[in-house]
T-cell receptor, first 114, second 112 residues
């Protein structure tokens, strides 16, 4: 199993540009999570999906952030327009539904907004 | 409020000596608890999990943790530290739903 796949691994962009992060969950998993990690705030849940439906997006910082999951094998997190304070490592994780089931994390995308 | 507290932000041990990383939770019931490890520039990897079965949980790479309800603790231990154990460790819980509650992390340094 290839695990959770994220692309790109690194992204450097200028303020105001649109950024799209991509995630392919583990086949068969039906829950998908987007996290952001910074030194100041640690790991934060941005949004999660169950069976491709957004369940909780209360962690999405503002309207500049949006996430989609058009099918069970693909999700995107988009930032438009990007700002320097969005610089962080963004992780995608997937799991089988259920509180006892562990989440499997991808390697992350390191985003730098200049 | 339900929470997870990692009592040490940084732990240093000598190679070959025991490791103890402390975690306490606050909840009115027994949650599911996880320990994850994050090596530099990597994602989080599951070490072990507790889900109301055996209170002593064995994980990968020689790590284990004991769930103690009376102390609301879930400390992570390893008998003998290796250089490869140097990483950030997170105690994590979910309190009845799929949203994880993260501890602030403990950075483990191994002294040669």
């Amino acid at each position: 199993d290839a695990g959770v796949i994220q692309s790109p691994r690194h992204e450097v962009t200028e303020m105001g540009q649109e950024v799209t992060l991509r995630c392919k969950p583990i086949s068969g998993h039906n829950s998908l999570f987007w996290y952001r990690q910074t030194m100041m705030r640690g790991l934060e849940l941005l949004i999660y999906f169950n069976n491709n439906v957004p369940i909780d997006d209360s962690g999405m910082p503002e309207d500049r952030f949006s996430a989609k999951m058009p099918n069970a094998s693909f999700s995107t997190l988009k930032i438009q327009p990007s700002e320097p304070r969005d610089s962080a490592v963004y992780f995608c994780a997937s799991s089988f539904s259920g509180v006892d089931n562990e989440q499997f994390f991808g390697p992350g995308t390191r985003l730098t907004v200049l | 409020a339900q929470s997870v507290t990692q009592l040490d932000s940084h732990v240093s041990v000598s190679e070959g000596t025991p490791v103890l990383l402390r975690c306490n939770y606050s909840s009115s019931y027994s949650p599911s608890l996880f320990w994850y490890v994050q090596h530099p520039n990597k994602g989080l990897q599951l070490l072990l999990k507790y889900t109301s079965a055996a209170t002593l949980v064995k994980g990968i790479n020689g790590f284990e943790a004991e769930f103690k309800k009376s102390e609301t603790s879930f400390h992570l231990t390893k008998p003998s530290a290796h250089m490869s154990d140097a990483a950030e460790y997170f105690c994590i819980s979910n309190f009845g739903n799929e949203k994880l509650t993260f501890g602030t992390g403990t950075r483990l340094t191994i002294i040669p």
